[in-house]
């Protein structure tokens, strides 16, 4: 079996054995749904994706298999299996799990946050505001991300982080949508940084209340503009502008 260089790159992970090819394909895989690489409805063939990656057959059956049960892929009709659908019903689903989820995180955050976490809290704002004024929504994207899980960790919950997870792999399909504005970009940072503040002050109150305004605002803007396209449907070929910051390779064997 081959595996590659340039689509290690793309998940973020360093070089592994072939060994651990099945989980690189999954991320990799994954990772192009949520980016809309691979946009809603777009088919998902074992043969395709195969030869597309560079692998054999197996490790992207077991890769669609997991995808299937986290609800990224369906069956569709007569055409095996595609990527799943998004909607504004979706999005409302996903956001309220976020603010019920993240509010807990905010308040063991409260109690449990280290100087560590705190100052890592820190770094990563400070890295979102960098981004914002650069103008890149990739490095926006990544930057906010890195902001969130700070959070998480800091509120050292291993059982909530997972759970999160499993939701951010819906949310992240939403993000573009949200912070591609820029008057949502500065508002998302100025809210990261009240949070850093209510945490550090042992406010579990207004944490709460921050996380809770965050969560609904990003949510008011995935509504507005899916109306705006389509009456609540996302476009099928939506793809994030990210991806004029990095690009994707075509395989897994860093051929394409």
């Known amino acids: ?4 260089r340039g689509a290690q790159k793309e998940v973020g992970l360093p070089e592994i054995s072939r060994s651990y090819l099945q989980d690189q394909v999954y991320q990799l895989t994954r990772k ?17 994706l195969a030869q597309e990656l560079g692998v054999s057959r197996m490790p992207v059956r077991d890769a669609l298999r997991r995808l299937q ?9 007569g055409r095996g299996l595609v990527v799943a659908p998004i909607s504004l019903a979706h999005a409302r689903d996903v956001y309220r799990l976020r603010e019920l989820l993240e509010t807990v995180a905010v308040e ?28 890149a929504i990739g490095k926006v994207l990544r930057a906010s991300m890195a902001f969130h899980d700070a959070l998480y960790e800091s509120a050292h919950s291993t059982i909530l982080t997972l759970v999160l997870e499993q939701v951010w792999a819906h949310a992240r399909r939403y993000r573009e949508l949200t912070l591609g504005k820029l008057e949502r970009r500065q508002l998302s940072t100025a809210e990261h940084r009240r949070l850093i503040v209510a945490i550090e002050s042992h406010d579990a109150e207004t944490a709460s209340l921050v996380i809770k305004q965050h969560v609904a605002g990003a949510l008011a803007v995935v509504a507005e503009q899916m109306f705006q396209v389509g009456r609540g449907k996302a476009p099928t070929n939506h793809r994030r502008r990210a991806a004029a910051d990095e690009a994707v390779p075509q395989s897994l064997s860093g051929d394409g």
């Open 1 to 4: 079996m081959r595996y590659i």
């Open 32 to 48: 192009r749904i949520e980016a809309h690489t691979y946009g809603p409805g777009h088919r998902l063939s074992e043969a395709g």
């Open 69 to 77: 049960l986290e609800g990224l892929v369906e069956g569709g009709s």
């Open 108 to 135: 063991l955050a409260v109690d449990r946050a280290t100087a560590e976490d705190l100052a890592k809290l820190k770094a990563t704002v400070s890295a979102q505001e960098k981004a914002a004024a650069s103008g």
